[in-house]
């Protein structure tokens, strides 16, 4: 009996012809995330909607930054990482302005809800120079085999040789893990 090996995480700068995965695969990763299950408690749209949110914040924030990263084991997108570099993580008020008819489309009536539980995550944001990531996800087929991982590391090491810090923010607790062994 042979076994089959997987083959090594493909880490890429993340762009627009990728925005449309991205989102769809985020959209997935984050349907059991405990912040979202909350901000979108219907089962029956919460992917749908996910998938809206995450392709609203990559198309008018996190792509421009040009520190995003698309992962996968061959070319199609499997994870994604949506990092702002120092100083650009605050979303401007004329990039907010411009997400919010879409977003209302997407959060509906959440909308509430999702402003004050970002809000209060924002709150413990750190105020020196340092490298934001703000999503990290991997498609619930493609997760146990390295991706998420592979994420981490391609912009922590940058991080690392540039001396810069790093900051996120975890949800799920079995994701603690990742980010500490990462």
């Not at 990763?29 to 909350?38: E, G, I, N």
């Not at 996190?62 to 993580?89: F, N, T």
Request: hydrophobic share 40%; with cysteine; aromatic share 6%.
């Amino acid at each position: 009996m042979t076994s089959e090996s997987q083959p090594s995480p493909l880490v890429r700068a993340a762009g627009g012809p990728d925005a449309g995965a991205i989102a769809a695969v985020l959209g997935r990763a984050f349907d059991d995330d405990p912040v979202w299950r909350w901000i979108l408690p219907d089962e029956a749209s919460r992917v749908r909607r996910l998938t809206g949110v995450f392709g609203i914040l990559l198309r008018q924030v996190h792509l421009r930054h040009e520190g995003s990263e698309a992962a996968g084991r061959g070319p199609d997108v499997e994870a994604a990482a949506l990092w702002d570099p120092p100083g650009q993580w605050r979303v401007p008020f004329g990039a907010q302005a411009a997400q919010a008819v879409p977003l209302m489309r997407a959060l509906g009536r959440r909308v509430p809800a999702a402003l004050r539980a970002l809000g209060e995550i924002e709150k413990h944001h750190p105020p020196e120079p340092h490298w934001y990531l703000a999503v990290l996800g991997t498609d619930p087929p493609a997760q146990g085999n390295g991706l998420g991982a592979a994420l981490l590391r391609s912009r922590l090491d940058r991080c690392d040789a540039e001396g810069v810090p790093a900051y996120l923010e975890s949800s799920k607790e079995r994701n603690v893990i990742l980010v500490c062994t990462g």
